[in-house]
T-cell receptor
């Protein structure tokens, strides 16, 4: 069965600093990978996705993620964090036939002035 | 841009009561999903629905739960006899193809007293 690990529960970054959120997955085949963001009291917004092709994918709000098959990772990055990026970030993997998403436990990002 | 909508945004009910959570998926989408997120925990898959039948369900989705697409636009989740542990945020999602991005609604927060 597929699984997703986000090892960092909380991360605090200074505004303007770079950000990397870690995600490791377990899945037997080529995975469909996603990053979603959830602001307080809000739903899940898709940041970016990887299905195939170029392993570096660009998303909304200046985010990018790199798929590394050898490390089973799909880390999310942003070169310069803004205060509005404070939210919870979820990595997810799509299963065979893509009938469901399996989510990680999330990483809460705090942005300090 | 089309969005998934959910009503109500917050539902409070007494233990043992029936609740129906409503979702309006994006109009040309064919696959529908319910997920839940207990406070402070990760998002969990409940059920997927296609062509008027359940295509996959999780262990959480027991006989107390049911889903229905009563007309061409609504997708509902019914909990027959709510328990305290059903308190959670319930998210609806939809996608045009089973291997495409799932778009999430804003969620319904269910509180069981």
């Amino acid at each position: 069965a597929q699984s997703v690990t986000q090892p960092d529960i909380h991360i605090t970054v200074s505004e303007g600093a770079s950000l990397e959120l870690r995600c490791n997955y377990s899945y037997g085949a080529t995975p469909y990978l996603f990053w979603y963001v959830q602001s307080p009291g809000q739903g899940l917004q898709l940041l970016l996705k990887y299905f195939s092709g170029d392993t570096l994918v660009q998303g909304i709000k200046g985010f990018e993620a790199e798929f590394k098959r050898s490390q089973s990772s799909f880390n999310l990055r942003k070169p310069s964090v803004h205060w509005s990026d404070a939210a919870e970030y979820f990595c997810a993997v799509g299963s065979t036939g893509f009938q469901k998403l399996v989510f990680g436990t999330g990483t809460r990002l705090l942005v300090s002035p | 841009e089309p969005e998934v909508t959910q009503t109500p945004s917050h539902q409070v009910t007494q233990m043992g009561q029936e609740v129906i959570l409503r979702c309006v998926p994006i109009s040309n989408h064919l696959y529908f999903y319910w997920y839940r997120q207990i406070l402070g925990q990760k998002v969990e898959f409940l059920v997927s629905f296609y062509n008027n039948e359940i295509s996959e369900k999780s262990e959480i989705f027991d006989d107390q739960f049911s889903v229905e697409r009563p007309d061409g636009s609504n997708f509902t989740l019914k909990i027959r006899s709510t328990k305290l542990e059903d308190s959670a945020m319930y998210f609806c999602a939809s996608t045009p193809f089973s291997t495409d991005t799932q778009y999430f609604g804003p969620g319904t927060r269910l509180t069981v007293l």
